[in-house]
Every structure is written in structure tokens, then in C-alpha cells.
């Protein structure tokens, strides 16, 4: 689910039975703001660097040969199936490329998975087609029976009845809602009628300062942009009262087989989305909080409710955190993230990070496109005005910062320019004024060394003091080569 934060709102009923019932984090990120990045570090529990998906692509890593190869058995599920016991289900959207024939089509399912009911490659509602188990079951456009939120909904709760009581069991259900087409149920097409977009102080404004891409985008936006926008945030919101619907269903079924009070429920999202900020019609990809920040809510037993945590979390500690829960030594594992548990638990004294990495690898070719000659090549997801969303040096990574003092965003870009963003989100939530030519010099190159740091950690390098922490080194003689120069961080050219 890619929802924007503000997409908690038509689900009042998630809102109610997880996050009143359990812990809301306030300060949850993604550490790539698009769909296969993203996945691929829930599952796994790393950066992007270093499994290595670096977008939506089988060229990327989605879902390829190599991903089955090396990540899939590393997975949390996998670790869980095998070394936990655990009986495993998942039902919903797996990764971009899956079931795609250069990767083993529909008949491959990832190691450590029990149950399979896996949607083939991108995101659908109707006419789609099913991996049930390695087999494949086509879908047509009747409601009753193949509506996608619905089916899924009533294959987990067919799990529930069918599954092992001598067995724990983990279930991961992934709805495409509210991703595009934004195809919403009969009887919520009419709902929200008057809900449009936020209009934040980012909203139909000119990216100034900002990297070339926000900055190509026309401002003012015209009204069939602004009308577009508005519909699509809209159809979002209906999409996901049939994932509210799911979410109460699951719950009251398991108060119903009396095992409420003894499951964890975790409900997040891949990405956020923006909606006209910046002038930019809609999408994800970008640094910015709309696409990075995403709800993480989470109930179980052990956790009281009501809670909101300010603590910086990202989906690489979901697989950390689910294997605590289980028992499992996390010292085996080589995931980047940290387990959740102490601050679900209430554990006082604790020392948590102050810092998380964000990177991302633009899409695009180095070639002009025809529809919109004017613009600078390797443009990509273009609109008809020619506002495009993403371009092959979109390439770039952040450090995201908060500690008691500070809430900094740092960000290079892999291009010429070398461009640097840098935000401080207490003066200027809505990162409209990029501070990089105003901000300390020194601090400035603290930053810049940390991200080098943070784009080649692996596992407990990942999880270092960072620039704000007591126990932070720094050695400004690191930030210089051998011929004086100031280094840059290190991006990966290479697609697996």
C-alpha cells in the first residue's frame, strides 16, 4: 500500500482497532520511495544498497533471478518458516516483476512461504491473475468474486479457520489499495465527494532552490492538473474503505477464535505519495517527506494502548522486530535495521538511533523524449504538460535526521551538478527553503561524511552514532582524498 500519511484518515476503523489499540509512530520511513525498493527492505530488512532492487524493474533487481537467488532465503519469512517454525502466509501484491517469465513465472514461490496467493506483477482490482501456490487462477471483473481487496480479505480469513493451532503463524497481506487505478468497490464510488488534496504551503508552488527535476515542473499547475490530482486523491480515499473493511474483518476474526490477545498486528505502508506539491501532479519517488513517510501502526500483546512514539523508525526494522517476537537471535541475521520490541514494550532508558538513510536510483534513459523535446534528456513518467516525475540522474541519497535538537534532511544528487538539499523540518516542515548554501560549513560536512558512511554500512555499521549522538567520531581528514579534493558518497552504477 503506498499511502501518504493523511490516507489514515477514511480508515477509521484501522485508526480505532490498531492504532487506539497499540502504539501510532509518528516519525516511520521508507528508505526508498517506490514500490520494489521498498518491498524488497520490508522483507529483508536491508538498504537498498544492499539488496541491491533499485527500482520497479527486472533489469533493477525486482523480483529477478538474483533477488530469488540470494534474498529470498535471507528473508524474515524464510527465517521464520525454517528456523522458527512458524507457518507462513502471504496474499496480495509481492514485488513488481513477479511472475514474470525471465524470472520463473507463477510457478516459483519465494522460500519460506506456506500459503501463496500472490498477485501477478503490478497493481490490479479486476482482471488480474493469481499465483495460488505456484498455480496460476485468472480473475474477471465481477465484484462479488473478484474484486482484489475482497478476495484477499476472504483468503486470509480462510487461513485463520484452516490453519494449524500447534503452530504460530505470520501473515502478510499486501492490497494493492490505493495504488492506480484507484478502482474503488460499487458501494464506496460515490464517497469523499467533497475531499480534495491537501493544499499544505508546498501545494502549487514552484520548487525553487530545488533539484532540476522539481524545479522543470509549471507552476502554476493548470486547473485540469489540479482537477486530475483532486479525483485521484479521492479514488484513493475510496479504495481504502475496502482495506479498512479487511482490517476489521481479520480482527474480529481472531477475537472470534480467541487469539486476538495474543497476535501482533502491524499496519504500514511502501511509500507516500504526493499530490500537487512542489507543482508536481502525482507520484512518489521524490526526498521529500510526502513520499518518504509512511503510517506504522501496531498492536499486540505487551503494548498499551493509546501510545504514540516520536522514535525515527524505517520498514528495515519490521523484519527485526518480527523475528524478536519470535525468539530469533538477531545477531544471525545481516539485516541493517533494529527491532522495534523495546520501544512497543515501553523500555526506559533506551538508546535508539538518530539517523536513517534514504536513497534512490532515477528512472530513465539518456535520450530526449519526442512529446517534450524542450526538456533536458532522460525524462521519464512525463503528464501531458510535460511535468515529469522522474529522470535517470533523479539519483540521490539522504541522511534523515532528529535528535533533541535537531530535524535535518541532507540530500546529494548523483549529477553534474552534484546538487545538495538540506532541510530543517522544525523551521520549515513543508521543506520549502533549501538551507545547503546558508546552513554551518562544518555541520554541512559532517552530514556529507555521514551519508558516505551510511551508503556503504552493512548490518551494525548501519546502526553507528550519528551526527548528533554522544558517542559520534569525526575526523574531517576522512572527508579528503589524496589529491585534497572534498569525496563524494559512492552511488552504485551497476543493475544486477
Known amino acids: 500500500m503506498d499511502n501518504y500519511l493523511l490516507l489514515q484518515t477514511p480508515l477509521k476503523k484501522t485508526k480505532a482497532l490498531i492504532g487506539e489499540m497499540g502504539m501510532t509512530f509518528s516519525s516511520a520511513y521508507v528508505p526508498s520511495a517506490l514500490c520494489c525498493p521498498s518491498r524488497a527492505s520490508i522483507l529483508t530488512g536491508k538498504y537498498p544498497h544492499n539488496h541491491h532492487v533499485v527500482n520497479n524493474t527486472l533489469e533493477g533487481n525486482c523480483s529477478s533471478k538474483s533477488w530469488q537467488k540470494i534474498q529470498e532465503p535471507n528473508t524474515f519469512p524464510a527465517i521464520l518458516r525454517s528456523m522458527c517454525g512458524y507457518q507462513t502466509f502471504f496474499a496480495g501484491k509481492y514485488l513488481n516483476e513477479y511472475g514474470a517469465p525471465d524470472a520463473g513465472g507463477l510457478e516459483h514461490v519465494p522460500l519460506g512461504w506456506s500459503y501463496w496467493y500472490a498477485l501477478e506483477k503490478n497493481s490490479k482490482y479486476y482482471n488480474y491473475t493469481l499465483s495460488i501456490n505456484g498455480k496460476a487462477r485468472k480473475h474477471g471483473e465481477n465484484y462479488s468474486v473478484d474484486y482484489l481487496t475482497d478476495v484477499l480479505a476472504n483468503v486470509s480469513l480462510d487461513f485463520l479457520d484452516y ?14 489499495a490505493p495504488h492506480s487505478p484507484w478502482t474503488a468497490a460499487p458501494q464506496y464510488q460515490k464517497a469523499f465527494q467533497n475531499v480534495f488534496a491537501p493544499r499544505n504551503k508546498n501545494f502549487n508552488i514552484h520548487g525553487t532552490n530545488k533539484h532540476w527535476l522539481i524545479r522543470q515542473a509549471k507552476t502554476p499547475m493548470t486547473n485540469s492538473s489540479i482537477q486530475f490530482l483532486d479525483n485521484a486523491f479521492r479514488k484513493r480515499w475510496q479504495t481504502l474503505l475496502s482495506v479498512d473493511d479487511l482490517v476489521e474483518k481479520l480482527v474480529k476474526r481472531l ?25 508536481l501532479p502525482i507520484d512518489k519517488r521524490q526526498l521529500y517527506e510526502f513520499d518518504i513517510k509512511v503510517p506504522l501502526l501496531v498492536r499486540g500483546p505487551g503494548i498499551k494502548p493509546n501510545q ?42 533506551l538508546t535508539w538511533r538518530s539517523d536513517v538513510l534514504v536513497e534512490y536510483q532515477g528512472e530513465g534513459r539518456n535520450v530526449t523524449d519526442p512529446t517534450c523535446p524542450s526538456l533536458s534528456p532522460g525524462v521519464s513518467q512525463c503528464f501531458p504538460d510535460c511535468a515529469c516525475e522522474d529522470a535517470y540522474n533523479n539519483t540521490y541519497a539522504c541522511v534523515r535526521t532528529m535528535s533533541a535538537l535537531w530535524n535535518l534532511q541532507y540530500c546529494e544528487f548523483d549529477d553534474q551538478e552534484v546538487f545538495v538539499e538540506v532541510y530543517n523540518l522544525t523551521a520549515d516542515p513543508d521543506q520549502i527553503t533549501n538551507i545547503a548554501k546558508t546552513i554551518d560549513p562544518e555541520l554541512l560536512g559532517k552530514m556529507n561524511y555521514r551519508l558516505m558512511m551510511l551508503q556503504s554500512c552493512s548490518g551494525p555499521t548501519c546502526r553507528t552514532p550519528g551526527v548528533f549522538d554522544p558517542g559520534y567520531r569525526f575526523d574531517p581528514r576522512l572527508m579528503f582524498s589524496n589529491r585534497g579534493s572534498v569525496r563524494t558518497r559512492r552511488f552504485s552504477k551497476h543493475l544486477l
Open 255 to 279: 477475537e472470534f477464535t480467541g487469539e486476538l490477545n495474543n497476535t501482533y498486528i502491524f499496519y504500514t505502508s511502501d511509500n507516500g505519495y504526493h499530490t500537487g506539491q512542489f507543482s
Open 308 to 349: 504514540t512514539s516520536k522514535m525515527l523508525v524505517a520498514n528495515i526494522d519490521l523484519g527485526p522486530t518480527i523475528l524478536d517476537i519470535a525468539g530469533y537471535d538477531l545477531n544471525k541475521t545481516q539485516m541493517d535495521g533494529m527491532s522495534l520490541l523495546p520501544i512497543l514494550r515501553g523500555a526506559s532508558n
Open 163 to 176: 490453519k494449524s493451532n500447534f503452530e504460530p503463524f505470520f501473515m502478510m497481506i499486501a492490497t494493492p
